[in-house]
């Protein structure tokens, strides 16, 4: 569970800011996302597998 502290006299908006920095970062939104819908282990791998070869892309062109 995500607590943020919220000081006297601070914004909401500022609060909500905080939460969401947080939620981002400990990847439950993305998890959840993930969970919603069941993909085959091939399906998983070719994914990684294309987004590989599309990193190593990028890093070669920059050279």
């Known amino acids: 569970m995500i607590i943020v502290p919220v000081k006297e006299g601070e914004n909401i908006e500022k609060a909500l800011k905080k939460f969401k920095r947080k939620s981002e970062k400990t990847g439950v939104i993305k998890e959840v996302r ?11 791998k070719r994914i990684k597998m294309q987004h590989a070869i599309y990193v190593n892309q990028l890093h070669l062109n920059e050279d």
């Not at 993930?34 to 998983?44: A, E, G, H």
């Open 34 to 44: 993930n969970r919603k819908q069941f993909n085959k282990p091939s399906v998983v």
